[in-house]
């Protein structure tokens, strides 16, 4: 047992990261025996105020699709059946607590069964739907203050702004690299990159971005350019593991640009870090990353950014991945694919039950992936 | 020898469903010829969602028009499927809400839809305080109709509503006044905002009091009848017409009471229904229960709209009313509320429609169900189908289930 790993090498800070990410915390009571994990499940629950708080934050993945906890009917998402699944079965026992941030209707009402059944502690946060309405961002910093008070009767510790303001930096870091490594995307294997930026929502921050910086010498050495696979945007909304980057990859296609919910939407948003009170810097993070589309900040906005970002990154062409019953993200899949293929970027939408790609995606991906100019085998 | 048994309904048809259409039809009439009317009045035509703080519409004169009632009109005349299959064509998923579906449908195609379709809107009302679904359906429709989009967000309430989130509300409706001013090229009237809420009131205490004579036994009212006569108070409310309909509605049920004339013959089990209406079998799937005397003596959906205002000004009242709708608040707050009605209402059971188009509604039934067995002792059924699509509706299990659920009152009554 260690309680810090910390490779120096860049190969096996490199193998760290990877194995982190395939884990998905299942072995951090042996890895980290003396830290403690908060479980969180959307990226709008802000991470800096958990590790503020002293905790480290675990982002809850499922370990099956196929879970049905009879507290959730059939018709809901694999996410929260498999992570409420994995609640009864007791593998979340040793996290100090659960935060829920209402995003979706499924996460809204996910929070109220957790606390109804589940023996972990929950805290809610309830951010605006409503990003640039009046008033908001005023709101949505009433809710955080409410949120440092449920964290610091959680921990029965106070939460000092000088720990809230390291937070800030250490998280604003972990973007930094990220950014980074989106940068290098087009010129790695894609489920490589899916691979990293998940590590970084399991592990403990610290120890990411350290090995994270020690693995970008091995990782730039590795990028090869220039390459003759068919480049893709993908976007969708947790996925929590490689498979269907895998499958891309595999059929010759790359991830230039990514818009997932365990991807670089996570790490994405600017942390400015001027504002006297840490919160304010936050709120503004939160109020400018590119929206989930669960979160509104004008009408189009999400579907210019998402067109734009396929541009920029010469995208020939966008899978919008639909994980069955996850409504926000089928909603804008028609509008999102509409608007991509008039700025002449092919489409696919493809229906997962939860992350995996099987036989039937790889049939149609391949033709989609046939189908792009400059596919080649 | 030939014998007929004389077949008698199992339910007892109201007088006032003659009002009750006069009613209805004249406002479907008057919007559906909203485009010869409005611009001369000047009274735009809102699309708006049922939880759409629509007094302030009204003191703006704006005509509103709501999708979810044209979507359960769709669904009773059974034009549903072929709606929701042209919206499915259009890229919109099977497992988004079937009134979305079928009022996308219906945009996309109104010669498919009954009462050919909605009128086009000056613009569009969203309020999330039912779900997030309304955000991203009427976002399709800004987008479509190129009108003006205004959304309240109304933070869902764990526990008790905050005073960020009333703030936050109060300067989101502040500001939607002034958009509205924009809009209708009308000045905010404090005044009128303040005379609308009382109308609103008035039709509300109407519908509170008419569904309150349902504690009696044999309940005058059948769910049918609750889902029937909520039209009014959804489209009408803050209406002189409305409140017309309702004093003549709680005259015929107050005089039901008194003669002891139930909604159904003999009944037998009391029993609260919970979630939407299954609109495309709104008389078969309840005739199942009724021919069994099993009636269904006040319900949670219907319920949603006998609230009373809460106090303060015109706009915080507003805020607080329209951010406290139980579709908007915790398990607990819900499962309490089922709780009290059993008990105020002197329920055998309760029946849960699992509605696999509305999320917030179902998703937490079970833990729902589970506290209300435990704290009253009687039983709770859920049942799988859809408010609108009959494609998610089993026939057979549905039946089975109920049957099976009705035979555990044989003994005790």
Known sequence: MVETINPTDSKEALELLIEEASLKGSDRLSRYPKHRFFGYFCSYFPEELIIAAGLHPLRLLPD??????????????????????????????????????????????????????????????VPPVM??????????????????????????????????????????????????????????PSPLISSLL???????????????????????????????????LVSSAVLENDSLFEMIEELGGRVVADDTCTGFRHFSGVTVGESEDPLLDIVQRYSEMPPCPCKNRSLNERISYLTTLAKQRHAQGAIIIIRKYCEPHAWDAATLSERLRKNGIRTLTLELEGANAGGQERTRLQAFLESLPDYEL | MHTTKEKRPSYRPLVSNKVLQQTMGRYYALTSWHRYWGKFLRRPLAWVTSGAPVELLRA??????????????????????????????????????????SNIGGVLRPDLAPLGGMPKPDLLVACNNICGTVLKWYEVLARHFNVPLLVLDTPFMTDQLTPQAKDFV??????????????TGRRFNEKKLAEQMNLSRKITSLWIETRQYCQASPSPLNAPDLFIN????????????GINFYSKLKDEIKERVELAQG???????????????????????????????????????????????????????MATTYTEVFLNRSPKFRANQL?????????????????????????????????????????????????ADPRAYAEEPVRNRVQAFLETFDDLK
């Open chain 1, 64 to 125: 099956s699709e196929n879970s049905t906890p009879v507290e959730l009917p059939a018709y809901c998402c694999s996410l929260a059946r498999g992570t409420l699944d994995m609640e009864v079965r007791e593998k979340w026992r040793d996290l100090v607590g659960i935060g829920f941030a209402h995003t979706c209707d499924t996460m809204q009402c996910l929070s109220g069964v957790w606390a109804s059944s589940g023996q972990s502690k929950t805290v809610d946060i």
């Open chain 1, 131 to 188: 990003l640039k309405a009046p008033g908001a961002s005023r709101y949505y910093h009433a809710e955080l203050h409410t949120l440092l008070s449920k964290l610091t009767g959680l921990t029965k510790q106070e939460i000092k702004a000088k720990a809230i303001r390291n937070a800030l930096i250490l998280c604003a870091n972990a973007r930094k690299l990220a950014a980074e490594l989106d940068v290098l995307r087009p010129n790695l």
């Open chain 1, 198 to 232: 998940r590590a970084g929502q399991l592990m403990p921050r610290s120890e990411y971005t350290q090995a994270l910086v020690n693995s970008l010498p091995a990782l730039k050495a590795m990028a090869e350019e220039p390459h003759d696979k068919a480049k893709v």
């Open chain 2, 60 to 101: 703006f004169n704006i005509h509103c028009a709501y999708p979810e009632q044209y979507a359960a009109i769709y669904s009773a005349r059974k034009a549903t499927v072929a709606l929701c299959e042209v919206a499915e064509a259009a890229g919109y998923s099977q497992d988004l809400c079937s009134y979305a579906r």
């Open chain 2, 170 to 183: 109060i300067e989101q409706l502040s500001a939607m006044a002034a958009d509205l001013a924009e809009i």
């Open chain 2, 230 to 241: 909520m039209a009014p108070i959804v489209v009408l409310r803050g209406s002189q017409k």
């Open chain 2, 263 to 317: 909604a159904i013959e003999n009944e037998r089990i009391r029993l609260v229904w919970d979630n939407i209406a299954i609109w495309p079998q709104l008389f078969s799937f309840y005739k199942m229960f009724s021919e069994k005397g099993a009636c269904f003596v006040t319900d949670t959906y219907s319920g949603g709209w006998a609230v009373e205002q809460a106090p303060g000004t015109p706009i915080e009242s």
């Open chain 2, 339 to 387: 709780i009290n009605l059993i008990k105020e209402y002197r329920a055998d059971g309760f029946v849960m429609h699992s509605n696999r188009s509305c999320k917030p509604y179902s998703l937490v039934q079970e833990v729902i169900r589970r506290e209300v067995m435990r704290e009253t002792g009687v039983p709770g059924l859920m049942i799988e189908a859809d408010m």
